[in-house]
Nanobody
Framework: QVQLAESGGGLVQTGGSLRLSCVAS????????LGWFRQAPGEDRDFLAT????????FYADSVKGRFTITRDNAKNTVYLQMNSLKPEDTAVYYC?????????????????WGQGTQVTVSS
């Protein structure tokens, strides 16, 4: 079973930046792709970005393309989500998750293992 732990959330002003981290552990986690999602209260869980552990390919939702960047550090078993030019509508709980299957996938139903989430709040 893959274990995921997010960190790096917090309170930031509009226009600011945050970098989220997701540390992965467990057997064969590098066989998976890892994605970032977010969920605001009363809203669906939205796909943001995903990265293939093996070759580093990335894929982004149109809504965050150009503002958010997903990267991986194999030595640290960590995937990052760099978020720039943050807006109040980016306020949500952010989750990392992994899946096995064709790359890329932005469908949360494809993802098997999830972290506990980290809160991001952007003040106006």
């Amino acid at each position: 079973q893959v274990q995921l732990a997010e960190s790096g959330g917090g309170l930031v002003q509009t226009g600011g930046s945050l970098r989220l981290s997701c540390v992965a552990s467990g057997p064969s986690f590098r066989s998976y792709a890892l994605g970032w999602f977010r969920q605001a209260p009363g809203e669906d869980r939205d796909f943001l970005a995903t990265v293939n552990w093996n070759d580093g390919r990335t894929f982004y939702a149109d809504s965050v393309k150009g503002r958010f960047t997903i990267t991986r550090d194999n030595a640290k078993n960590t995937v990052y989500l760099q978020m720039n030019s943050l807006k109040p509508e980016d306020t949500a709980v952010y989750y990392c998750a992994t899946y096995l299957g064709s790359f890329p996938s932005g469908n949360y139903r494809d993802y098997d293992y999830w972290g506990q989430g980290t809160q991001v709040t952007v003040s106006s």
